[in-house]
C-alpha cells in the first residue's frame, strides 16, 4: 500500500512568483491536512480537506490557499511568495477527519526555498 | 488551541539503554495524542498514539503512558538502537478540532 506521495520533494522559487505542491493521500483516506514546518515555529497547521471541502484553515494570510480533488488528491498554492514562506510542507492524511481523531500519516515534504 | 510542548530539546543515551522523551500539554480537552519521528530529511513518521482513555499502550519497544491528572505524555523505547536517533514530537488533539497541536521536538541521539 502506497503512502503519502507529495510532488515535488524540492523547489526553489523567486520572491514574488507563486507556486503550487501536489499531495496524494493514502488510498482510501479522504482526509488530507497541510503544515508547514520551519526550525523557528516548529508544526503549523494550515489547513485541512475532507470530501473537497476545507474543514478548517490555521493562521496564516490568505496568500495560501488549497483545494481537494474528488479523488482525494490536494494541492496548495502560496502566491506572492515571500522568503519567510522557505519551509517543508508537509501533507498528512487519514481515513476520517482529524476531528474524529484517528491515525495521521505525513508525507515526505516538499521543500521550499524561495531566493 | 492550546500549546504542546517538550520538557527536553536533546536527549543523548548510549546504544542498548532505554530512553524515555517526555511530553507536557496545556489543553485539558484534548483526548488523542500521537508520538512522531522525524528524521534528517523526512516527514513525521507514525510510532504510537494513545486515547485519554488508556494511561498507557505499548507497541513494538514503545510505551506511550498518559498522565491526565498533570498533563504529562512520555515516550519510552526500549533498548535504543542508533536508528533510533531522530527529533520525536508528541501531538495532541481534542475530539472536534480539526488539527493536531505539535510540540517543538526532542532531539535523541544514540551513541553506539
Known amino acids: 500500500k502506497a503512502g503519502v506521495t507529495q510532488t515535488p520533494r524540492y523547489l526553489i522559487k523567486t520572491r514574488g512568483q507563486q507556486v503550487t505542491l501536489s499531495c496524494s493521500p493514502i488510498s482510501g483516506h479522504r482526509s488530507v491536512s497541510w503544515y508547514q514546518q520551519t526550525p523557528g515555529q516548529g508544526l503549523q497547521f494550515l489547513f485541512e480537506?475532507?470530501?473537497?471541502?476545507?474543514?478548517n484553515k490555521g493562521n496564516f494570510p490568505g496568500r495560501f490557499s488549497g483545494r481537494q480533488f474528488s479523488n482525494s488528491r490536494s494541492e496548495m498554492n502560496v502566491s506572492t511568495l515571500e522568503l519567510g514562506d522557505s519551509a517543508l510542507y508537509l501533507c498528512?492524511?487519514?481515513?476520517?477527519?482529524?476531528?474524529?481523531?484517528?491515525?495521521?500519516?505525513f508525507g515526505q515534504g516538499t521543500r521550499l526555498t524561495v531566493v | 488551541g492550546e500549546s504542546v510542548g517538550l520538557h527536553l530539546p536533546t536527549l543523548s543515551v548510549q546504544e542498548g539503554d532505554n530512553s524515555i522523551i517526555n511530553c507536557a500539554y496545556s489543553n485539558s480537552a484534548s483526548d488523542y495524542f500521537i508520538w512522531y519521528k522525524q528524521e534528517s530529511g523526512k516527514g513525521p513518521q507514525f510510532i504510537i498514539d494513545?486515547?485519554?482513555?488508556?494511561d498507557k499502550r505499548q507497541g513494538q519497544r514503545v510505551t506511550v503512558l498518559l498522565n491526565k491528572t498533570v498533563k504529562h505524555l512520555s515516550l519510552q523505547i526500549a533498548a535504543t538502537q542508533p536508528g533510533d536517533s531522530a527529533v520525536y514530537f508528541c501531538?495532541?488533539?481534542?475530539?472536534?478540532?480539526?488539527?493536531?497541536?505539535f510540540g517543538k521536538g526532542t532531539m535523541l541521539l544514540v551513541s553506539p
Open positions: 501531538a495532541e488533539n481534542a475530539s472536534g478540532y480539526s488539527t493536531l497541536t
Open positions: 498528512a492524511s487519514s481515513l476520517a477527519p482529524a476531528a474524529a481523531n484517528t491515525e495521521a500519516f
Open positions: 480537506y475532507f470530501s473537497e471541502t476545507q474543514r
Open positions: 494513545i486515547r485519554s482513555n488508556m
